[in-house]
């Protein structure tokens, strides 16, 4: 009886210990399996968060290119050498260039930056590019930091083409190359306030400033004429 006894004590006491060991096992394997999650989550977690970083530092770097320094009027700097050399004449502070072709115009739209340039277009035979002439050029010596422009339109008909235009004189006004707005007609009093408030307000969106064709009656900025 005592050796049957002592057997079941054994038999029992490794059944235990086996029990227990199972039980270690499966604890271990959960404690394994708890850590590797979260280690995975861990690893997810950092990922998308660097993924954002660099998404939001990709937009940062984009609005930054995109947007254009505050206005603070126009930023005068001398042409590069090579771009004098292809000109006929170099633009001269109070003074109107007249240009001699084309790829004149494109060049120093090109070249003058930050700067704010108008055109006008004007005939030989037009009575009232006749009459806007001596505004024009008192306007050129009053704003010595602009650069004014003068093409006729019979040496260059490409820049007719190119501007639409339809009526004459015609006054195109443009901002680190890119046009800012127009007017047509004979107003001495239109083109003065263009100017001045192109200087003053700075670069808007085209057809802001002015009546895009130069309808009478409609002077820049939507006021009435008195």
């Not at 190359?177 to 307000?201: H, N, Q």
Request: hydrophobic share 35%; charged share 30%.
């Amino acid at each position: 009886p005592t050796s049957s006894s002592e057997s079941s004590s054994e038999s029992s006491s490794q059944s235990s210990d086996s029990k227990a060991e199972e039980m270690d096992d499966d604890l271990k394997m959960e404690l394994i399996a708890a850590r590797t999650s979260r280690r995975l989550a861990i690893a997810v977690a950092r990922s998308q968060e660097t993924a954002a970083q660099d998404a939001e530092a990709e937009t940062d770097d984009g609005q930054a290119e995109d947007e254009d320094p505050p206005y603070v009027g126009p930023e005068i700097r001398p042409l590069d050498p090579d771009v004098l050399a292809k000109l006929s004449c170099a633009p001269s502070p109070g003074l109107v260039l007249p240009l001699e072709s084309e790829e004149e115009f494109v060049l120093l739209l090109e070249s003058l930056g930050r700067r704010w340039v108008v055109l006008e277009l004007v005939a030989p035979w037009s009575a009232a590019s006749l009459a806007m002439k001596g505004e024009y050029e008192a306007l050129a010596k009053f704003r010595p930091q602009w650069v004014f422009l003068r093409a006729d339109i019979v040496k260059l008909p490409s820049l007719v083409h190119r501007l639409g235009a339809t009526r004459i004189p015609l006054y195109v006004f443009f901002w680190n190359g890119e046009k800012e707005t127009e007017f047509a007609g004979c107003s001495e009093r239109k083109l003065r306030e263009v100017v001045d408030d192109c200087t003053e307000l700075g670069p808007v969106k085209v057809g802001t400033h002015a009546d895009p064709v130069g309808r009478p009656g409609i002077p820049w900025g939507g006021r009435k004429q008195k």
